[in-house]
RNA sequence: UCCUCAGUAGCUCAGUUGGUUAGAGCAUCUGACUGUUAAUCAGAGGGUCACUGGUUCAAGUCCAGUCUGAGGAGCCA
């Protein structure tokens, strides 16, 4: 029976100083051959086992090492010792599994996360990973009740997609064709009539248009899922495989869809400052010690908690391209030639002008919208300019884009011609033409990627350290 | 994919103009000590210098290629 534990977070909470209670979890350290600090994942905070010197068997005390799993009950009693106010005097110890000391790779003492990266199955009994895995988890269950108190139906969409028109970058196949021997045409090319589904398939790279389907049926929806890409992108901020949450509302413009993201952002990261409180502060503190190591004009103006609460307090600020556009060419790197890329209307912007915007000019999130139509894709919604398209992108201070959205192009004519511009077979997209030709309606969405927004508020600079088993270009170690 | 940097003990790193048997701290192991806070003290063990080839009397050190990692860029969320 194992229901009988206290969780250690529980503990902390109530302070039954003086009754008798079972805790399970992990040794972080045994000092002084009296002292065991005990992790069990349910807070950072570790609690002190205290064992009254020969109180038990030098073979016992020999086993508990770092890492090694342990049941213990006694009593809660307050400590003489000055790191904390309460210990639990053990009465009953018994040692769950071993973690032998010369085998186990971890040390109680900092390790740098690449090291930790290579053990990612063992990571998350770091401190560091903990906070940051408790915040994924906490960012996420914010976003599922967001959605879900506004009455947003969550939507799965699938996986596995035969689609191959979406655009958004290199997709993975998926295939059950033997990898030698699978049988072609004449023409040389695999015959996928022979194929699992008899055709092409790959893993998704957005659920965002059958994501339209569902709007068109129950108004406000989501999805959160697995999202992949095939890109060869080496960077801190790209995944092969990530998690994205992508709203899609009917009856919304794109001014609807900037309020809803703001809002959105805003409140998930007031949910994590009010739960994930002890996790932020430790990573707060954990990012100004490393600050320390930087000349002062180097670090950061705020802790991170500050720029949470920035965030949260402040309205985005709003910008059309072409207004971001002119900000740039009148700043002082575009006039001394600090940029290492030209600006004019009608090209991307690049990451070292939006991190100018973000950074240096308005220090806080910012929206960019109604971008050039060249530069976007094809399902957004054309603006009477003839120019630009009713787009959108929330750039955020070391991050960049950390959502792009759009208010989506209703009119069936003109969806159908922009794909024939763009050369975007219809065919294989009939059943979301189908939606502007029975009963479309103005309707607008956009995608957050999830870890990026976890970086953001861990101020983790790695997208690889905040999501548990990192999928990049040569690695799927786990 | 491009540019830059890196790879030496389990971890973090030092290793001089190429020159004996490649070092330190931490960890580990052994012993001591005991209200500790990454406990402390003493001693011991631990190396395919990423890989392959080349230059040289001699390569951890120089050269070429490969692999892996990191940072930046592109693509994007």
């Known amino acids: 029976m194992f229901n009988i534990k206290t969780k250690i977070k529980s503990i902390f909470l109530e302070l039954p100083i003086g009754s008798t209670i079972t805790v399970m979890g992990w040794v972080r350290t045994f000092r002084n051959n009296q002292f065991i600090s005990l992790n069990d994942g349910s807070t950072i905070q570790n609690l002190q086992l205290y064992l009254p010197l020969g109180s038990f068997d030098d073979s016992i005390c020999k086993r508990l090492t770092t890492s090694s799993s342990i049941k213990a009950t006694g009593e809660l009693i307050s400590s003489q010792g ?13 040692i769950l599994g071993d ?11 900092k390790h740098n996360l690449e090291f930790l990266r290579e053990q990612a199955h063992l990571r998350m ?16 269950f914010a976003i599922h009740s967001y959605f879900h108190q506004r009455g947003f139906l969550y939507w799965h969409t699938p996986i596995i997609t035969s689609s191959d028109a979406e655009g958004a970058g290199e997709m993975f196949r998926v295939t059950t064709l033997p990898p030698t021997g699978a049988s072609t045409l004449p023409d040389g090319s695999l015959d996928f009539n022979a194929d699992f589904f008899g055709k092409q398939t790959h893993l998704t790279v957005s659920g965002q248009l059958e994501g339209e389907l569902a709007a068109m049926a129950f108004g406000e929806i989501y999805t959160f899922g697995p999202t992949f890409r095939a890109e060869n ?3 801190t901020r790209h995944l092969a495989e990530f998690w994205m949450v992508e709203p899609e509302m009917a009856f919304y413009d794109l001014e609807d869809n900037m309020d809803l993201a703001e809002s959105f952002i805003k409140s998930i990261i007031q949910q994590v400052l009010s739960q994930g409180r002890e996790d932020l502060q430790f990573l707060e503190q954990r990012l100004i010690d490393e600050e320390m190591q930087l ?7 705020y802790t991170l908690i500050q720029k949470l609460e920035l965030v949260r307090d402040t309205p985005f600020v709003r910008i059309s391209y072409t ?20 600006i004019q209307w009608g090209m991307d912007l690049q990451s070292e002008h ?11 999130p910012v929206i960019v919208y109604n971008y050039p139509k060249e530069i976007k894709a094809f399902y957004m919604r054309q603006n009477t300019d003839g120019k630009t398209v009713a787009a959108m992108d929330i750039l ?11 208010q989506r192009e209703e009119r069936y004519d003109m969806l159908l011609s922009r794909m024939n511009q763009l050369q975007i077979p219809h065919q294989q997209l009939h059943w979301y033409l189908d939606t502007r030709r029975f009963g479309t309606v103005p309707h607008a969405g956009f995608g957050l990627g999830f870890e990026r927004m976890v970086q953001f508020v861990t101020g983790m600079s790695n997208i690889r350290d905040v999501i548990p088993f990192p999928r990049t270009p040569k690695s799927a170690l786990y």
């Open 82 to 94: 000055k790191g904390q106010e309460i210990e639990l005097k053990v009465e009953k110890l018994e």
């Open 99 to 109: 973690s032998p000391a010369d085998l186990y790779p971890l040390q109680p003492k």
């Open 125 to 140: 009994r770091t401190n560091t990973f903990g906070s940051v895995f408790r915040i994924r988890h906490e960012l996420a």
């Open 233 to 235: 992108s080496n960077t």
């Open 295 to 301: 000349p002062a004009d180097k670090r950061s103006p």
């Open 323 to 342: 207004e971001a556009v002119n900000i740039l060419i009148q700043s002082n790197p575009y006039k001394k030639k600090k940029f290492a890329y030209d």
């Open 354 to 364: 939006e991190r100018y915007l973000v950074e240096k000019h308005f220090k806080q």
């Open 396 to 406: 955020a201070p070391g991050i960049g884009e950390i959502v792009g959205g759009s």
